[in-house]
T-cell receptor
Framework: QQQVKQSPQSLIVQKGGISIINCAYE??????FPWYQQFPGKGPALLIA?????SEKKEGRFTISFNKSAKQFSLHIMDSQPGDSATYFC????????????FGQGTRLTINP | GAGVSQSPSNKVTEKGKDVELRCDPI?????LYWYRQRLGQGLEFLIY????????KSGLPSDRFSAERTGESVSTLTIQRTQQEDSAVYLC??????????????FGPGTRLTVT
């Protein structure tokens, strides 16, 4: 009930291409869906987040697509750059109470120059 | 401004020893979280503090794990009688009150714990 499943585990994309990472959740009560970016030796940093009242959110080259009925959401990175190479985590939580994040397993993204 | 800091950055300990991990949250952040990240895995929630109280300890894996927070600031995560399966990166995060819809958690760099 609390799981968030993320795929793929690893992804290699050519510079300038589109990177797509997918997540699925089980708990229909979740109402906050962030994506975090983590570089080696660093803590995760918030990249972009969405609430379930919208189906898409775009910030620069990063877009979240959200499908409430399918309980799925995805991160799209347009015009992927070598500097985007990192591990990406999707997560879900409730905006009330503890707001503890339930994380996916992570996707190691490599952008080839 | 200063971000979340954690110390030590690395800790190697022998099985059976106790360890203390420290987190200094961003000043003014009332919420504080501890997560654990095993190698190649996502982060697992351990405990949540609001001020100095811990209303949600549901992620602590056993009674060998405990945490406290004092002065609505520094938090210490203690692992007693460490086991090899405790080896992981322990991450602390904090968030301010009333984020106006942001809900962002700000993470520290983590403490890498290795139990030999």
């Amino acid at each position: 009930q609390q799981q968030v499943k993320q795929s793929p585990q690893s992804l290699i994309v050519q510079k300038g291409g589109i990177s797509i990472i997918n997540c699925a959740y089980e708990n229909t009560a979740f109402d906050y869906f962030p994506w975090y970016q983590q570089f080696p030796g660093k803590g995760p940093a918030l990249l972009i987040a969405i609430r379930p009242d919208v189906s898409e959110k775009k910030e620069g080259r990063f877009t979240i697509s959200f499908n409430k009925s399918a309980k799925q959401f995805s991160l799209h990175i347009m015009d992927s750059q070598p500097g985007d190479s990192a591990t990406y985590f999707c997560a879900a939580s409730l905006v009330s109470g503890a707001q503890k994040l339930v994380f996916g397993q992570g996707t190691r993204l490599t952008i080839n120059p | 401004g200063a971000g979340v800091s954690q110390s030590p950055s690395n800790k190697v300990t022998e099985k059976g020893k106790d360890v203390e991990l420290r987190c200094d949250p961003i000043s003014g952040h009332t919420a504080l979280y501890w997560y654990r990240q095993r190698l190649g895995q996502g982060l697992e929630f351990l405990i949540y503090f609001q001020g100095n109280s811990a209303p949600d300890k549901s992620g602590l894996p056993s009674d060998r794990f405990s945490a406290e927070r004092t002065g609505e600031s520094v938090s210490t995560l203690t692992i007693q009688r460490t086991q090899q399966e405790d080896s992981a990166v322990y991450l602390c995060a904090s968030s301010p009150p009333g984020q106006g819809g942001s809900y962002e958690q700000y993470f520290g760099p983590g403490t890498r714990l290795t139990v030999t």
